[in-house]
């Protein structure tokens, strides 16, 4: 932790024998001294005043006259620039959904603790802290105009990255997830969040697209040459969804890649309610007819939900990460991530968690009935030559944490 001196500390709550816990916890910790307020009111006119400012605030929620949740939006209209952790008896649901509120606000959370606060509890959570970065703010992510962004798409400045996907009972590379960077011939390497919303908005989507499924299906067709069979998917909106040859043209990319329709994922995402069905599910039953593989992608999230499932004939669900990453310390995010798996078994679909970014994310994972994995822990996308590379690493790494049982042979 950084110089635990350093660090200055309000501390709010409208207990008076909490404030003694607390400080008499900080003292114990090395920590110096933390200025205590029993009031919002108290706490915002010393931080208001000159010369005074908190590092980090150690904040109740539940108190009269002023709540927690009121006096974080007067923080911010004093351009509060420390951190947060929040010290309440509210139950797990009320903190985590405070916690996403503060971040809202852009003001860092370190964590929140249930009281009674352990010293354990408090010093964990005190050694995240560091101090605010004194450099340069960081400027806005450039926006590019729909004119730039076409002619990208027809200079062929899009190239294709691909994620791997992992079964997560043996470790095995089943499959890729392709994801479109724009190499913008000035700028860099530009990713998907600063043009993707500009192709929706501007009828490029459909061919945006196009080409990224037509270079995926083609490398895919170059890897089964080579001896390499994954599945390959590909992201689809529901904007690519209202041209009635989108089927067509999927399987005539795939026939001409010689890449068969089994090995292909059509990851579907609805960003926006569709107003005519018609046309999108005939093209995704056609599809599925063809025997393309469908995948409701971020499902429990925007507008991917149960009805989704009713009506379209998926074979895979792919839980979102909100739902994966820290889902085995996070009661909420384990029900939510629980319920979609056993949806996912009774409708007798496949399973793909994506999140996983860290180790205990992949123990979890594997102590359930999840089907395939992927995330940073396991690899980030990557360019399609340096996936032969990665294969091999991967399977050293799985080599040392799947052992062959004596009369099975390892993996390749």
């Known amino acids: 932790m950084t110089e635990k001196t350093a660090i200055r500390i309000l501390a709010l709550d409208d207990e008076p024998l909490m404030l003694k816990l607390l400080s008499h916890m900080l003292a114990g910790l090395g920590v110096a001294p933390a200025i205590t307020c029993d009031t919002g009111r108290a706490a915002l006119e010393w931080i208001g005043s000159p010369g005074n400012h908190a590092d980090l605030v150690l904040l109740d929620l539940n108190m009269p006259e002023m709540d927690g949740v009121e006096f ?19 139950d797990e649901r009320m903190l985590q959904t405070a ?43 450039k926006i590019y105009g729909a004119d730039e962004l076409r002619a990208a798409i027809e200079n062929d400045e899009l190239i294709n990255y691909y994620q791997p996907k992992v079964e997560v009972s043996t470790g095995r590379v089943v499959g890729v997830e392709t994801l479109v960077r724009w190499q913008h011939p000035g700028d860099g390497m530009v990713f998907p969040a600063q043009f993707i919303g500009v192709a929706e908005a501007h009828g490029l989507i459909d061919d945006l697209t196009r080409v ?7 490398q895919t067709g170059r890897w089964l040459e080579m001896g390499l069979a994954l599945r390959v998917a590909i992201n689809v909106s529901m904007d690519n969804l209202a041209s009635l040859d989108f089927a067509d043209y999927v399987a005539g990319q795939a ?62 669900l792919k839980i979102d990460q909100s739902f994966v990453h820290g889902a085995w310390d996070n009661g909420t995010a384990r ?7 056993g949806l996912a078994k009774q409708l007798d679909m496949e399973i ?12 979890f994972l594997r102590k359930t009935e999840c089907d395939i994995a992927q995330g940073y822990f396991i690899a980030k ?16 790494r799985m080599r040392e944490e799947f052992p062959a049982e004596p009369d099975e042979p390892a993996q390749p």
Not at 212 to 217: R, Y
Not at 352 to 363: F, H, T
Not at 381 to 396: E, N, S, T, V, Y
């Open 72 to 90: 974080v939006r007067h923080l911010v209209e004093l351009r509060y620039a420390g951190s947060l952790i929040l010290v309440s008896g509210e």
């Open 99 to 141: 916690v996403k509120l503060v971040q809202a606000h852009k003001i860092q959370v370190l964590g929140h603790l249930h009281k009674p606060v352990t010293p354990e509890g408090l010093k964990a959570l005190l050694e995240k802290w560091s101090p605010p970065s004194r450099g340069k703010p960081q400027a806005a992510k």
């Open 212 to 218: 990224v499924l037509s270079g995926a299906l083609a």
């Open 255 to 316: 026939a001409g890649a010689g890449v068969p329709p089994q090995q292909v994922v059509l990851e579907v995402t609805e960003s926006q309610l569709m107003r005519d069905q018609r046309a999108p599910l005939e093209i995704l039953t056609r599809l599925r007819l063809k025997r393309f593989r469908l995948s409701i992608d971020d499902f429990g999230t925007g507008h991917s939900s149960l009805a989704q499932l009713r009506d379209i004939p998926f074979d895979e």
């Open 335 to 341: 029900a939510m991530f629980d319920a979609s798996l």
């Open 352 to 363: 793909v968690a994506e999140g996983i970014e860290d180790q205990a994310d992949w123990d």
């Open 381 to 396: 996308p990557m360019h399609a030559g340096d996936l032969l590379d990665w294969i091999a690493r991967w399977h050293k």
